[in-house]
């Protein structure tokens, strides 16, 4: 399994993915951030598990840093989000990359904070990331994939990195 998602960046016609990935990394100077270390949020799904796999290669490709997959289950989808989260663990196992995953009840910290169940957990998931993170020396960014249909989470991220509300 692994082989094959890592080969989709060698083997890609044309401009391939990791070379247009790679020239983002460049053009918004992210080097330096993604060579102290990266806190990657792995849900398990497609988006994720591809971040997961571009930075092993990067890894591969340009020097040795550590990757530390950090996978959140938010109670909510009950046997579907164990199962997301055994395959999590299994494929960090699989590459060799250090692996936590905590288990947080979404739902009832959501009930007792008068918050939406997917405001509270994206709260939820960026406040354990940082809390994760706080205690290591060897970790100096967080990165989380989503598509143009995460648009919140866009407009959050942007605001954070102080781009405004594009």
Not at 33 to 61: N, P, Q, T, W
Not at 82 to 111: H, Y
Not at 113 to 124: F, K, M, Q, S, Y
């Amino acid at each position: 399994m692994d082989k094959k998602i890592l080969s989709l960046f060698a083997t890609a016609p044309g401009k391939d993915i990791y070379s247009v990935a790679v020239s983002s990394i460049e053009e918004y100077g992210m080097e330096k951030m993604i060579k102290k270390g990266v806190l990657v949020g792995l849900s398990g799904g497609a988006d994720s598990v591809m971040l997961l796999c571009f930075l092993i290669e990067y890894r591969r490709r340009t020097a040795d840093f550590p990757i530390l997959a950090v996978h959140i289950n938010h109670s909510i989808r009950g046997e579907s989000a164990d199962r997301d989260e055994a395959f999590a663990k299994r494929m960090c196992a699989s590459l060799g990359v250090e692996f936590i995953s905590e288990k947080i009840d979404v739902p009832s910290i959501a009930k007792e904070n008068g918050l939406g169940i997917e405001e509270c957990a994206r709260n939820v998931r960026y406040q354990e990331f940082q809390n994760i993170i706080q205690g290591r020396n060897d970790i100096g960014s967080i990165s989380v994939a989503h598509n143009a249909d995460d648009n919140l989470e866009t407009v959050i991220f942007n605001i954070f990195r102080g781009t405004g509300l594009r």
